[in-house]
């Protein structure tokens, strides 16, 4: 059997899961594009920190991470926290269409969303303003999305919205994301979380 | 002796944090506990199962890395006593 990665265990991160989860949900939104390849350190920290800044995501936020001494490490996290919650709180349409649109296909992401595929396409390319509630919505499947990309390709995706899961009492993340849906709602969280227990999955 | 992890190709597989969610043999912010299957195919099993992947049309969009672990082979310090109910029931125990 042939390896071609390794990896060297450093010392211990207690901020690791926020870290995975903001890069997550940065490449959900489409801020950046992890891949195999990806050397998670520093750099790509800084790059993100830099693109959150642009889209005006949490600026102060962003200045007093950078700010922080890495050793401090609740001061790391309590700062980190607090750059999360403002991300998940800011649509960013002006990311997320383009990303979303590529991944799930218009048809879907129009489904998914409940418009129609000619309003998905005059939001997306900036002819009409996207509405508050289409916004929210999007935003909530770019962090979805976010943490799928760490399972499936682009068409396995798409088909585990359709799959029927156990922790959704045997429907498929599609049937709880009905034509009212908000991200406040009890089945779009569930969903939420099956999605997020793949990023933070335990067994082998 | 080299033991396996199926995990998120983006990131390491190794938890180096208490925060981490409850799993099979720790409660929530119990960690770092690392899980680790002897075989490949156990790797994959532990993955398909816990997405319910049952359709070969699933198997091949999925994208994850598998990593091979050099472990010490060493006894372990306790063995856990568990009912056999536990041992072999479904997902709610």
Do not use: C
Request: no cysteine.
């Amino acid at each position: 059997m042939e390896y071609d990665r390794t990896m060297v265990i450093t010392q211990p991160r207690s901020e690791q899961r926020l870290w995975w989860e903001l890069l997550s949900s940065a490449e959900g939104i489409g801020l950046i594009s992890l891949d195999d390849s990806t050397e998670i350190g520093p750099e790509l920290i800084h790059e993100v920190l830099r693109l959150l800044d642009e889209a005006g995501v949490g600026r102060r936020l962003t200045v007093r991470l950078r700010e922080v001494d890495p050793m401090q490490v609740e001061r790391t996290e309590e700062v980190l926290r607090a750059v999360l919650d403002a991300l998940r709180g800011s649509p960013l349409p002006q990311f997320e269409w383009a990303t979303l649109t590529r991944v799930l296909g218009s048809d879907e992401l129009a489904t998914l969303l409940h418009i129609s595929e000619s309003s998905l396409h005059r939001y997306a390319k900036g002819r009409r303003s996207t509405p508050d509630v289409t916004a929210e919505r999007l935003h909530f499947l770019a962090l979805i999305v976010g943490d799928l990309l760490g399972a499936y390709n682009e068409v396995g995706v798409r088909r585990w919205f359709h799959r029927p899961r156990t922790a959704l009492q045997g429907k498929a993340p599609i049937e709880l994301l009905g034509d009212r849906w908000t991200p406040e709602d009890q089945g779009p969280k569930a969903v939420s979380e099956l999605a997020r227990s793949l990023l933070f999955s335990s067994a082998t | 002796m080299i033991l396996f992890r199926h995990a998120d190709p983006r990131f390491p597989f190794i938890w180096e944090s208490e925060d981490q969610p409850g799993g099979r043999w720790h409660g929530d912010a119990d960690g770092p506990a690392q899980y680790l299957a002897d075989t490949p195919v156990g790797a994959w099993a532990e993955f398909l199962r816990h997405e319910e992947i049952r359709e070969p049309e699933d198997l091949v969009t999925v994208r994850r890395a598998l990593w091979a672990v050099e472990v010490d082979e060493v006894e372990p310090a306790a063995q856990p006593q568990l009912r056999r109910e536990v041992l072999s029931g479904g997902l709610e125990s």
